[in-house]
């Protein structure tokens, strides 16, 4: 081991499936006045310590991670950047669900059953959790409420390689997601090949990018297609469970539903009318482990407020080593084919 090794300590946990690495130790302290700031600075300055923590050998292309730093916002216990394959979210539910039962454990919360208060602030906002907290049991499920949420454009028309001109929805739940039924491509969410899937729903990211124009009304920083969605063709309602696949970031898969999806999936059925407020729909996406997501409030200006629901599950915790010597020190992704190697 070499005298320069650079160690992080980290804490794993899962929220239907889908991981969450939360650094507890050996990442730098970010600058910056806001949040938001501190994601630029991450961005442009430490954005090695993502590689190390996220990317081959010590993470995976599917990893997904959270960054705790110091809160701007008075109301915040505590503020974090989101991380994947790619680069950085701008809201992750799953991954606030599962913060929800780290932040008691570690006591950054102290705990005041039967249900415990507290406002986190990511990227796009401040969310408000709760966290069911039994005076003689375990933590229990965790609910956080969206910043405002919105149906985007629907119908918006792209050009894919594979699949010709297809229409596309757009929904805002913390994060932009192209939102349509695997059947408008010819595909069965239940029985075409999850490759196939996948691959058809990281073109649309790609061509989403390149097509269309996406801007946030409030936060530039928030103006960008994130991923996608491709649902079972049922709308989010009360009445029955339905199930999505979400592809985001760099083409990374979800094994949940993706919190910020159902929010923004719910946005999309309000406005057809297909869900009114106080409705609790589940949404379950390749683990089979539902999320469920409520419209709790409807603003006067349309925007919506949706809570989702989920248990977050520890899987592990320990430290990580990374040698100056290692010619793979700053992580590496799979390449698709042996050509695109670099050296």
Not at 82 to 94: A, I, L, R, V, W
Not at 237 to 261: K, P
Request: charged share 20%; glycine share 12%.
């Amino acid at each position: 081991m070499t005298a320069e090794t650079r160690r992080y300590r980290y804490t794993d946990l899962h929220a239907a499936g889908e991981p969450v690495r939360i650094i507890t130790g050996g990442a730098p302290t970010l600058a910056g006045e806001t949040l938001l700031d501190k994601r630029r600075d991450a961005m442009e300055r430490h954005d090695a310590v993502r590689r190390h923590l996220m990317l081959e050998p010590r993470g995976h292309a599917d990893m997904y991670g959270v960054w705790p730093t110091e809160p701007d916002h008075p109301d915040c216990a505590l503020a974090v950047l989101f991380m994947h394959n790619e680069g950085y979210s701008t809201m992750c539910g799953h991954a606030t669900i599962a913060l929800g039962r780290w932040v008691l454990e570690t006591g950054r919360v102290t705990p005041t059953p039967p249900v415990t208060h507290f406002h986190l602030q990511c990227p796009c906002g401040p969310v408000a959790v709760r966290v069911t907290t039994p005076a003689d049991g375990p933590i229990g499920a965790v609910s956080f409420d969206s910043v405002p949420v919105f149906a985007g454009a629907t119908g918006q028309a792209l050009s894919l390689p594979d699949h010709g001109r297809i229409d596309v929805d757009i929904a805002y739940g913390g994060a932009y997601y192209a939102v349509l039924p695997a059947s408008r491509l010819g595909l069965d969410l239940y029985t075409s090949a999850y490759e196939t899937l996948i691959a058809a729903a990281r073109a649309i990211i790609v061509a989403g990018r390149e097509q269309l124009v996406i801007d946030h009304p409030d936060t530039p920083d928030l103006g960008f297609l994130y991923g996608c969605l491709l649902t079972d063709g049922q709308a989010p309602s009360a009445n029955g469970e339905t199930r999505n696949l979400c592809v985001f970031g760099g083409g990374q898969v979800d094994r949940s539903a993706t919190g910020s999806g159902i929010a923004g999936r719910l946005a999309l059925a309000h406005q057809d009318n297909g869900i009114a407020a106080g409705e609790t729909c589940a949404v379950s996406g390749l683990s089979g482990i539902a999320f469920d997501g409520a419209i709790r409030e409807v603003r006067e200006d349309g925007r919506l407020i949706v809570t989702v629901t989920g248990t977050g599950y520890r899987s592990g915790a320990g430290e990580f080593e990374v040698e100056r010597d290692d010619p793979l020190r700053d992580g590496f992704e799979l390449p698709a084919r042996l050509a695109e190697q670099a050296g």
